[in-house]
């Protein structure tokens, strides 16, 4: 099987040759520091281990040009979504005719990133900006409400045009919104109103058929995700989480197999030694790869406090439980 039929099958838990062994998201200062610590200077990780190649589209879903001050009327909202106009043709990746044609004949899975949830859509990139964004939905949230209607729009005009021109194998929704001791939201407004703005593009995707809907979060959300399942998502990628408040094991024996996971390792591990490694890895993956509709993945990126002892070892783990 190629990587885009192996993901297709893991998702819709059909029998596969195996479940797909995508890259950790490892970034060039890791390897820098990994060529001091055994990795060859030429050597490269994917002629060392199995990585199944995926993609994803991101189309550009900042306001065009971006504000140096952000709306706090709805007038100044009106003016605003001038700088959501979809048509522009800026918001598509670069060589976009060439890349629909490269993706017609691919071999790998494409995921379309769709939204930037609640936070990056409200323009915080810091702790001012956060606190305002927060503050609106206490004192107005019938404005937060016309906020998020003008950026799902923008995601659903988006959408469409893209979905209309390439079949992609899932939508991917991005929501950084909790924080080490929950969510940074009440379950009840991020359902009334977040997850509510979020309709007019998950219909969209629906009404293409695509079948997987990715909610990649990130921290401890635990408490939302009764309130995202219920709203039409299908498949939890949790990052950055700790592995107390986001078990996977849990979380499927609550939700069970509908909800399709990705990653789940603990990333934390990867920093100790190989018997924690060993206990993150042996403790979850065997199990969840019996029931099918389950990616293993380490839940954060690979840093450079990981050795790279620790990450070959890793690596060779899971690919020896993957493909057993």
Not at 95 to 104: M, P, S, T
Not at 294 to 312: F, H, K, M, Q, T
Request: some cysteine; glycine content about 6%; proline content about 5%.
């Amino acid at each position: 099987m190629n990587a885009r039929e192996r993901f297709i099958g893991t998702m819709s838990r059909k029998l596969t040759d195996r479940a797909p062994l995508f890259e950790d998201g490892i970034r060039d200062e890791v390897i820098r520091a990994w060529r001091k610590q055994g990795l060859g200077k030429k050597e490269k990780l994917e002629r060392l281990f199995s990585y199944d190649r995926r993609e994803e589209i991101e189309p550009d879903l900042e306001p065009i040009p971006y504000p140096s001050r952000w709306p706090k009327t709805y007038d100044g909202l009106k003016k605003f979504t001038s700088r959501m106009d979809y048509n522009d043709a800026r918001r598509m990746p670069d060589d976009w005719k060439a890349r629909v044609l490269e993706w017609g004949s691919r071999d790998y899975p494409l995921i379309l990133r769709a939204h930037r949830g609640y936070f990056l859509s409200m323009g915080v990139h810091g702790w001012r900006r956060f606190s305002e964004a927060i503050q609106i939905l206490i004192d107005d949230p019938k404005y937060a409400e016309s906020w998020l209607a003008t950026c799902a729009e923008l995601s659903a005009q988006i959408v469409e045009r893209i979905l209309e021109e390439v079949e992609v194998d899932a939508v991917l929704f991005s929501e950084p919104i909790g924080g080490n001791h929950g969510p940074l939201i009440s379950p009840k407004m991020y359902s009334a109103i977040i997850l509510k703005s979020y309709k007019p593009v998950l219909d969209v995707i629906k009404a293409h058929g695509v079948d997987t809907i990715i909610y990649r979060t990130y921290a401890n959300t635990r408490l939302l995700l009764p309130h995202v399942v219920k709203a039409g998502f299908n498949c939890l990628w949790a990052c950055e989480t700790n592995p107390q408040t986001m078990d996977y094991r849990a979380i499927r024996d609550e939700f069970g197999k509908d909800l399709r996971l990705i990653g789940g390792i603990d990333s934390d591990a990867l920093r100790q030694n190989q018997t924690d490694i060993t206990n993150a890895v042996m403790g979850l993956v065997p199990e969840l790869l019996d029931e099918g509709g389950y990616i293993p993945l380490a839940d954060g990126r690979v840093r450079e406090d990981v050795i790279y002892s620790n990450y070959v070892y890793y690596r060779n783990l899971l690919e020896a439980i993957v493909r057993r």
